[in-house]
């Protein structure tokens, strides 16, 4: 059974940083490229940053740009999120998703498993 493990959501203030992790089980890890989105209240889900199996490659949304950073362990099965600068507008809840093609998706359609999300709030 494949599973998706979101951690390190939580409050922060405005200015402030949360590393997330997504923990994989149930499949080989480093096969998989693995995206981040995220879905704030009464939104839709957007595209954060993806990154490629072995880590060589990775695409940011234009909102996470020179703040974000994507990283992996395929030792650790876990792929990071970095989030420094945090403001209000990047509350919401995240999600990891793996996807088992080449190449890099900014779309949800495409990814084959999703974790159930963790909440990242950030005040003001």
């Known amino acids: 059974q494949v599973q998706l493990v979101e951690s390190g959501g939580g409050l922060v203030q405005a200015g402030g940083s949360l590393r997330l992790s997504c923990a994989a089980s149930?499949?080989?890890?480093?096969?998989?490229?693995v995206g981040w989105f995220r879905q704030a209240p009464g939104k839709e889900r957007d595209f954060v940053a993806a990154?490629?199996?072995?880590?060589?490659?990775?695409y940011y949304a234009t909102s996470a740009k020179g703040r974000f950073t994507i990283s992996r362990d395929n030792a650790k099965n876990t792929v990071y999120l970095q989030m420094n600068s945090l403001n209000p507008e990047a509350t919401a809840v995240y999600y990891c998703?793996?996807?088992?093609?080449?190449?890099?998706?900014?779309?949800?359609?495409?990814?084959?498993?999703w974790g159930q999300g963790t909440q990242v709030t950030v005040s003001s």
């Open positions: 998703a793996a996807d088992d093609s080449l190449g890099l998706r900014a779309t949800q359609r495409g990814y084959d498993y």
């Open positions: 149930g499949l080989t890890f480093s096969n998989y490229a």
């Open positions: 990154i490629n199996w072995s880590g060589g490659s990775t």
